[in-house]
């Protein structure tokens, strides 16, 4: 089912539909490919605390950004200038590319 498939990116400009983000945009930071989440920059930034180390010796609070899932983004056409919805499309030699569902154009190129 194409619609169970994380089609979201590294580097990719998202725009957040859910959750108190909601309507942020972002780049996507990192993919996990099992969860299907994504780390976005600046989206669900979360406070941990955490021990003394070597790198911060007195511990503390610590924020950063936290995993959503990618069904909760949608991915930004350039063109469109949108939150897009996307789906596969197989070139001539064999590649397969992004394009948004609403104008066709190709993202990944
Ligand atoms: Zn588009």
Redesign the pocket.
Known sequence: MEKNVCLIKKNDKVKVMTGKDRGKIGRVLSVDRKKNRLLVEHVNIVKRHTRPSAKNRQGGIVEGEAAIHWSNVMLM?N??M?P?RIKMRHLEDGKKVRM?R????LIDL
């Open positions: 056409c063109k469109c949108a897009v948004c609403k104008c066709e154009e």
